[in-house]
């Protein structure tokens, strides 16, 4: 014999799977926003410091 839910519990049940869903995509989503702008601050760091070792390089001293 099965036992019925109660639509409160089935109801809750639901909202807590949409709600769990909901937060696990969004820090998802935030760890890939702060690795773009880790790599995009990277690269740039990399690009001035190869300008300044060839600016340094072509200097006569």
């Known amino acids: 014999m099965m036992m019925k839910d109660h ?19 969004k820090e998802l989503n935030d760890y ?9 601050n990277r690269e740039r760091l990399k690009a001035e410091r190869l300008a300044r070792e060839t600016k340094s390089s072509s200097r006569p001293e």
Do not use: I, V
């Open 32 to 40: 890939e926003k702060g690795q773009q702008s880790f790599q995009e």
């Open 7 to 25: 639509p409160a519990a089935h109801a809750l049940r639901q909202a807590n799977k949409l709600f769990k869903q909901a937060d696990t995509t």
